[in-house]
């Protein structure tokens, strides 16, 4: 065998890999863009519902009507139509907004505390406390929703956001505690030490010192108590009943829920509304994560 | 003021006193006025709550305390003529008994830690042989004070939304809680011993060879929950490993431009995704099949979430497309920690890509992740969101009229809508619930048994 023959085949060989291996990321790009795509020309389609939809993602004749027919409150006439009521969208987005914000300040305040305190102290009852957490974490809360409901219920709870966020932040306490007794214990402890030699008490010590130097951590629990009960549904739907409470989940739930005929297009435009900034703070939140993938590019 | 001598018998007096009476040994011996005032009253607010009935306004041992804990154990009793609204709520009086109950173990702690803190200060006392001043004490109280404080709020949210109806849920199972015959406040609810575990799960109906048809459902389901797991974490992990291992082969160029692609389904909220797929898979009216029919490819519509074998398919598709690029992550970092003089020294043993993949990669980046892999199964068996929104754990089958139970339901939205849809079984959820906890217990083992926090022997 010549030596040129031999590096033509193989030549030959890697550029067939190379080709086949771009098609099944290209497939894939396809398969991953496809519904994103769908979804974004489904919400600037004028008609309804879902059987309009052109099977190309992009619509025939691209409008705004979905945006304004879902921006519209639920009690005046969309404008360019004369029987078409709006839908509560702006006030569920403001609900779920204040949600997760009164959610991230009491996960943020009880689980800073709570892993600060396991990290550091000695006292009775730490140890079964902190192995019971572990076991908690592992189960999906609303297997107490019953017992959950009835308790809001007696302490007039049911119906209002601060409910949902005592159930919510109560549900996050065993994981981000830990999560954050992890990160103090890899904090130096000489500074804290210091300030307690000097004579600060430990209330002093732990807002002073503790909490501005673990702020890395604390965004990154911000962020994540802050996404969670963006699409959570269960819970929702169990505790706030009039339409003027309900958060983004519920309300899209049952704007699409068995309606996909009136309503898939709307839906794709409310969606959309939630997608893009929900994406932006996930991808911020998880930027390490991220960052650790896209710099390694280049290593074999 | 001058130290008077300090009697060390004090030192058995002080706990002794303190068991009598909640803060009598700090009061009488030790001069811990305040701490002894303190435990003092909770004892009598406790007594108080105990003796007096505040319904007649007497003291008859017949306070809230043990009304509630008898109330508990009765679940009410039969009060066909008062209306609807004055009749007792066995369920009110179930959770309310559960609250009680925990007060009172929180109480019997209280007081236990009481007894063994008038040794300890009597030993202190004792050993520095004088009594502490009075800033002595408050510096004191300050350093052991503060985990207590700080730990309390999240006790007391712990212990009503989470312990209290994680109990209640469990007690439900041996009760008959179910429509439409025992749903207060129109009829009672009874403890009913194992009977529901029966109706679960024994093959047949009563002494006859009927078969049982919850049993039927349930066995499907716990199947179909096991089998799903398995796929669903297998099938993402290796079309997650796939992507990350051919984005690293120097043979494509614009990986950094697929790999943004890719990461996309992670950051959209699952829920959103699952609606939209839901509708691209519509039978009749979803794009994919109309676009497959205009294609020509096929004839007739593709059922996809319409007939059970293959909503099962398509959910595990579905699932792949959400969960893909959480494992290439995964598997992404897990590989750049591989140390390149592995790769080097193959290349020049002359090993081809594949070899190396298989011999070098694969075991690495499979033991490195493995833990991680087993949580995922676990959380997977409860993966409540991708079957709900998805299918609705749809299709029918022949059973899901009486047992609620569709062909992709998992335990967990089995659960889900028993409580929730009429007609409720709540006691039947309950065993359900159960049996879902105990599944979990060796995970919880095992994520325990892996914290850092145990391998140092600190827990």
Same mark, same amino acid.
């Given at each position: 065998?010549?030596?040129?023959?031999?590096?033509?085949?193989? $030549?030959?060989?890697?550029?067939?890999?190379?080709?086949?291996?771009?098609?099944?990321?290209?497939? *894939?790009?396809?398969?991953?863009? !496809?519904?994103?795509a769908f979804t974004i020309g489904a919400a600037f389609t004028r008609s309804?519902?879902?059987?309009?939809?052109?099977?190309?993602?992009?619509?025939?004749?691209?409008?705004? !009507?979905?945006f304004q027919r879902l921006l519209t409150p639920s009690d005046q006439i969309v404008s360019g139509t004369t029987n078409v009521r709006g839908t509560n969208y702006i006030t569920w987005y403001k609900n779920t907004l204040k949600i997760a914000i009164m959610n991230t300040i009491l996960t943020v305040i009880l689980c800073t505390t709570t892993g600060y305190i396991f990290s550091r102290f000695k006292f009775g009852l730490k140890k079964p406390l902190m192995a019971s957490m572990i076991v908690l974490q592992l189960f999906p809360s609303f297997i107490g929703m019953i017992a959950t409901y009835v308790i809001l219920w007696r302490i007039n709870g049911l119906d209002t956001h601060w409910g949902l966020v005592l159930v919510y932040a109560t549900g996050s306490i065993p994981y981000n505690s830990w999560l954050m007794k992890g990160y103090f214990d890899s904090m130096p402890r000489s500074i804290e030490e210091a300030a307690r030699v000097d004579g600060a008490s430990p209330l002093a010590t732990y807002l002073r010192i503790i909490v501005p130097s673990a702020r890395p951590q604390i965004v990154f629990l911000t962020l994540v108590s802050f996404t969670g009960p963006w699409m959570d549904f269960i819970f929702p739907r169990l505790v706030?009943?009039? /339409?003027?409470?309900? *958060?983004?989940?519920?309300?899209?739930?049952?704007?699409?829920?068995?309606?996909?005929? /009136?309503?898939?297009?709307?839906?794709?435009?409310?969606? $959309?509304?939630?997608?893009?900034?929900?994406?932006?703070?996930?991808?911020?939140?998880?930027?390490?994560?991220?960052?650790?993938?896209?710099?390694d590019g280049l290593k074999e | 003021m001058k130290s008077t001598k300090i009697d060390p018998k004090i030192i058995k007096k002080a706990p002794i006193a303190s068991a009598c009476f909640m803060g009598l040994g700090q009061i009488v011996y030790l001069k811990q006025y305040i701490r002894g005032a303190f435990f003092a009253f909770l004892e009598a607010v406790m007594l108080f709550f105990i003796v007096f009935d505040p319904k007649n306004l007497s003291f008859n041992f017949q306070g809230p305390v043990v009304k509630s804990l008898v109330g508990l154990i009765t679940l009410g009793e039969e009060k066909r003529h008062l209306p609807v609204k004055l009749r007792d709520h066995s369920i009110f #009086? #179930?959770?309310?008994?559960?609250?009680?109950?925990?007060?009172?173990?929180?109480?019997?702690?209280? %007081?236990?830690?009481?007894?063994?803190?008038? +040794?300890?200060?009597? &030993?202190?006392?004792?050993? +520095?042989e004088k009594f502490p001043s009075m800033i002595e004490t408050q510096k004191f109280l300050q350093e052991k004070a503060f985990p207590y404080f700080g730990i309390l709020p999240i006790i007391i949210l712990l212990a009503f939304f989470t312990i209290v109806p994680l109990l209640f849920s469990g007690l439900v199972a041996f009760t008959n809680y179910s429509s439409p015959d025992h749903i207060p406040p129109n009829n009672l609810v009874d403890w009913v011993g194992a009977d529901n575990f029966v109706t679960m799960f024994s093959p047949t109906v009563g002494e006859s060879s009927q078969a049982n048809t919850w049993f039927g459902a349930f066995g499907r389901v716990a199947l179909w929950t096991l089998v799903w797991a398995f796929f669903s974490t297998i099938t993402c992990y290796f079309t997650g490993m796939f992507f990350s291992v051919i984005l690293q082969d120097n043979r494509v160029q614009i990986s950094k431009f697929y790999r943004i692609i890719f990461i996309l389904p992670y950051a959209i909220p699952p829920m959103l995704t699952l609606f939209v797929w839901q509708n691209l898979l519509n039978g009749t009216f979803g794009p994919i099949n109309? @676009?497959?029919? &205009?294609?020509?490819?096929?004839? &007739?519509?593709?059922?996809?979430? @319409?007939?059970?074998? #293959?909503a099962r398919m398509t959910l595990i598709m579905v699932n792949i497309w959400i969960g893909f690029p959480y494992s290439m992550i995964l598997t992404t970092s897990s590989m750049t920690a591989i140390p390149s003089q592995l790769y080097e020294a193959a290349t020049i043993d002359g090993a081809n890509k594949w %070899?190396?993949?298989?011999?070098?990669?694969?075991?690495?980046?499979?033991?490195?992740?493995?833990?991680?892999?087993? #949580?995922? =199964?676990?959380?997977?068996?409860?993966? =409540?969101?991708?079957? =709900? =929104?998805?299918?609705?754990?749809?299709?029918?089958?022949?059973?899901?009229?009486?047992?609620?139970?569709?062909?992709?339901?998992?335990?967990?939205?089995?659960?889900? +809508?028993? @409580? %929730?849809?009429?007609?409720n079984q709540y006691n039947l959820a309950s065993v359900l619930s159960i049996l879902v906890f105990i599944v979990m217990v060796p995970f919880a083992v095992f994520s325990f048994t892996r914290t850092k926090s145990f391998k140092e022997g600190e827990v």
């Open positions: 065998m010549s030596k040129i023959n031999k590096n033509t085949t193989a $030549l030959s060989q890697s550029t067939i890999i190379k080709v086949f291996l771009n098609i099944i990321l290209l497939i *894939t790009v396809f398969i991953v863009l !496809y519904p994103i309804n519902s879902l059987a309009s939809t052109s099977i190309v993602p992009w619509p025939k004749e691209p409008s705004l !009507y979905q706030l009943r009039s /339409d003027a409470k309900k *958060t983004l989940a519920v309300g899209l739930f049952e704007l699409i829920n068995g309606r996909a005929n /009136d309503n898939f297009t709307m839906f794709a435009a409310g969606a $959309l509304l939630v997608a893009i900034p929900f994406a932006i703070i996930f991808i911020a939140g998880q930027k390490n994560m991220l960052l650790s993938l896209a710099g | #009086m #179930m959770i309310t008994g559960l609250i009680v109950l925990i007060i009172c173990i929180i109480y019997i702690s209280t %007081y236990i830690f009481n007894i063994r803190d008038a +040794k300890k200060s009597a &030993e202190r006392i004792v050993q +520095k109309r @676009t497959l029919i &205009e294609l020509g490819l096929i004839a &007739e519509p593709i059922r996809w979430l @319409t007939d059970p074998k #293959m %070899y190396q993949f298989r011999s070098i990669t694969l075991p690495l980046v499979l033991f490195q992740t493995l833990p991680l892999l087993i #949580m995922q =199964f676990a959380g997977n068996i409860n993966n =409540f969101g991708a079957v =709900f =929104f998805l299918t609705s754990g749809g299709p029918t089958l022949r059973d899901t009229i009486s047992t609620q139970a569709g062909a992709t339901d998992l335990l967990i939205s089995w659960i889900y +809508k028993l @409580t %929730y849809n009429t007609p």
